[in-house]
């Protein structure tokens, strides 16, 4: 597929606690990995665009939008949840992690690319309408969908696979059946959401220990099977690396080769529908090693596979 990473530097300009795993370092264990792989000249390069509060009230509210600018510190740090911080610079970061998804669709709907991996941070999953949580500001993967759907697509999915459930994307979606929702997640763990199920919500919870072998069950048992009957014209990825096998952060067992199995299965499911593209969103992945391990090969099966 016609794929492209979408970053830009100031996602690195966010920095919260010394020491808190939701750090710079994150993208440069997988801009340093894609480089080392070979797989840079494979792929376009695109710098993220500048998204605004137009964008964040597709799907957050205004007073919550002006609380998060209102509490950007000159200097130190401000704090939004227990362990979510802002910096002086946090807001650049934000404005290029939306910004990304924004021109991911732009890009996909126009049809110049079938594929595109958005590599920022902060992450957004955790967020919902009104509150930022779980080291999210904004919901970056429902801004995106929101803002899809503005652009004329009618159907769009969203498969998380985050070792954490999408508990923000759920809450802004929970009643929009124009959006499907599969999370998968370990459980019981962070966030504790209580689990539901409708047409267009899909929760797979997972135990402590799961690997690939139980990602393939529910893969093929529960998400394939509804990707087919709603046929997204859009499918977004909340690409959390931190159900890998060495991210402490977690308890499920994934390991490269799993990710690179279910990136291959979307992409031949959207290469035999009338599905416009795949956007992916960076979200949790916090063992550097794995998380540029991972990415990249998340990031080789969009190029590859299909
Ligand atoms: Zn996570």
Request: aromatic content about 8%.
């Amino acid at each position: 597929m016609r794929t492209a990473i979408i970053t830009h530097p100031y996602c690195r300009k966010h920095k919260m606690t010394e020491e808190h795993p939701e750090c710079p370092a994150r993208l440069d264990a997988i801009s340093d990995r894609l480089l080392a792989s070979g797989l840079d000249i494979a792929i376009e390069h695109k710098t993220a665009l500048k998204a605004d509060t137009s964008h964040y009230a597709l799907v957050h509210d205004q007073a919550m939008i002006k609380e998060v600018m209102d509490k950007i510190p000159n200097e130190g740090l401000t704090e939004l949840d227990g362990d979510t911080w802002l910096c002086p610079d946090s807001m650049k970061a934000i404005e290029r992690a939306v910004g990304a998804g924004i021109l991911a669709v732009d890009e996909v709907v126009a049809g110049k690319l079938d594929a595109a991996f958005c590599s920022v941070r902060p992450p957004g999953h955790h967020a919902n309408q009104s509150t930022s949580s779980g080291f999210c500001v904004f919901n970056n993967v429902a801004i995106a969908a929101a803002y899809a759907k503005t652009k004329g697509v009618e159907r769009v999915a969203i498969l998380d696979i985050d070792v954490h459930h999408g508990n923000g994307t759920q809450d802004i979606f929970k009643d929009d059946h124009s959006v499907l929702l599969c999370s998968l997640f370990q459980h019981p763990f962070y966030p504790n959401t209580a689990i539901e199920n409708h047409q267009t919500l899909i929760n797979s919870p997972l135990s402590a220990g799961a690997d690939g072998t139980d990602l393939k069950a529910l893969v093929e048992q529960q998400w394939l099977p509804k990707l087919q009957s709603f046929k997204p014209q859009l499918i977004f990825i909340s690409a959390g690396f931190d159900g890998h096998l060495e991210d402490d952060m977690g308890g499920l067992k994934f390991v490269e080769q799993d990710y690179q199995w279910f990136t291959e299965q979307v992409v031949e499911f959207a290469n035999s529908s009338d599905c416009l593209g795949i956007i992916s969103y960076l979200e949790g992945g916090y063992d550097l090693s794995s998380l540029g391990r991972s990415a990249v090969t998340h990031i080789k099966a969009l190029v590859e596979a299909g």
